[in-house]
Nanobody, 115 residues
Framework: VQLVESGGGLVQAGGSLRLSCAAS????????IGWFRQAPGKEREGVSC????????YYADSVKGRFTMSSDNHKNTVYLQMNSLKPEDTAVYYC?????????WGQGTQVTVDV
């Protein structure tokens, strides 16, 4: 199982970024995939999740209305479109999948939002 994130970077407040998570090593359609983030000195927190069967999505209250998660099953890739970014969105963003009760994480991608 491999999860590879990309798309992070430095952006000014109010700007946008799109993160990608390319997945391999498992049947992509069968498992939900989530985005988490961890800011310096803080615990890792869930940001968004997309269901495996119906592509239903979940968002943390802090990002609702600003972030949109989507999935391209042909490319085995999920995306996180982040708009109206705020300095408090600064964190390392991780892709996650739980497969057969084992947790898999990507290496993370840094998102920095400047004031």
């Amino acid at each position: 199982v491999q999860l590879v994130e990309s798309g992070g970077g430095l952006v000014q407040a109010g700007g946008s970024l799109r993160l990608s998570c390319a997945a391999s090593g498992f049947i992509f359609d069968d498992y939900a995939i989530g985005w988490f983030r961890q800011a310096p000195g803080k615990e890792r927190e869930g940001v968004s999740c997309i269901g495996s069967s119906d592509n239903s999505t979940y968002y943390a209250d802090s990002v609702k209305g600003r972030f949109t998660m989507s999935s391209d099953n042909h490319k085995n890739t999920v995306y996180l479109q982040m708009n109206s970014l705020k300095p408090e969105d600064t964190a390392v963003y991780y892709c996650h999948a739980s497969i057969w009760k084992a947790d898999y994480w990507g290496q993370g991608t840094q998102v920095t939002v400047d004031v």
